[in-house]
């Protein structure tokens, strides 16, 4: 590798480690919520890596380690917001009316299990 293409990927990490390094600098002093910028680091080391479902996988552990087994309110919440956001969608599938009866009686099924869902997650969050 020559001089120039060491200093290239010198210059290009410096970049991008000063560019989250003031993004982190930043959210905490805007007081974000240190949840929501695990969320955004997460997603940010997804970006970076390549790594399809990174991000995801971070946030759905948070949600069941932090919110779940540990009671903490903004997993709790931000898991029924999912829940909620994902039924709504497939609610939205089955008014269209554009499947089978089969597929309409799934989507129906999946309604229920996520309505469940937020439920037994509601209940935690008001303890």
Do not use: W
């Not at 410096?14 to 600098?25: A, C, R, T, V």
């Amino acid at each position: 590798m020559s001089e120039e293409n060491n200093q290239q990927l010198i210059d290009m990490a410096h970049g991008l480690q000063e560019d989250i390094k003031m993004q982190l600098l930043e959210m905490v002093q805007q007081g974000t919520d240190p949840f929501d910028i695990i969320y955004e680091f997460a997603n940010y080391l997804e970006k970076v890596s390549a790594e399809r479902g990174y991000a995801q996988h971070i946030i759905d552990n948070i949600h069941t380690v932090y919110g779940i087994a540990l009671g903490q309110k903004k997993p709790l919440a931000d898991e029924i917001k999912d829940l909620e956001d994902r039924a709504k969608r497939i609610q939205d599938s089955l008014d269209s009316n554009k499947f089978s009866a089969e597929e309409n009686a799934r989507m129906d099924f999946a309604i229920k299990a996520h309505n469940r869902k937020i439920q037994q997650l509601t209940q935690l969050l008001n303890k």
